[in-house]
């Protein structure tokens, strides 16, 4: 087993932020469900969604910018990490994932060790 890092770019397209109160709300309702049933399973390691605002910083904080850092889809909002048996069941799970009901995307790279 691995460990597996999902970061959560897009999905709050216009058809998301069109949506109403109680369907935004419906919408969160289904992250919480399908992330506890990552969690039943023993899949679910750790996961947030991240603040709008941040820092960019460069050569080493000469340079430091305000956020966000992309436009639309290539902006990222949370983080998941999972377990699985390799990068093709990571992808397995992450199909049923509700950022994609509203065009949004998951980028699945594995942790490695820092085995010195």
């Given at each position: 087993m691995s460990n597996f890092l999902y970061l959560f770019r897009g999905g709050h397209d216009e058809a998301y932020r069109g949506l109403s109160q109680e369907e935004k709300q419906a919408h969160m309702q289904a992250?919480?469900?399908?992330m506890g049933k990552l969690q039943e399973k023993g899949q679910l390691v750790d996961g947030l969604p991240l603040a709008d605002e941040g820092k960019m910083v460069k050569n080493r904080g000469e340079i430091v910018t305000n956020g966000p850092f992309a436009e639309g889809a290539e902006v990222v909002g949370g983080?998941?990490?999972?377990?699985?048996?390799?990068l093709d069941k990571a992808v397995e799970i992450s199909k049923a994932c509700p950022i994609f009901d509203y065009g949004g995307n998951i980028e699945i790279r594995e942790i490695l060790s820092m085995d010195m």
């Open positions: 992250w919480g469900s399908w983080y998941l990490i999972v377990t699985a048996d390799g």
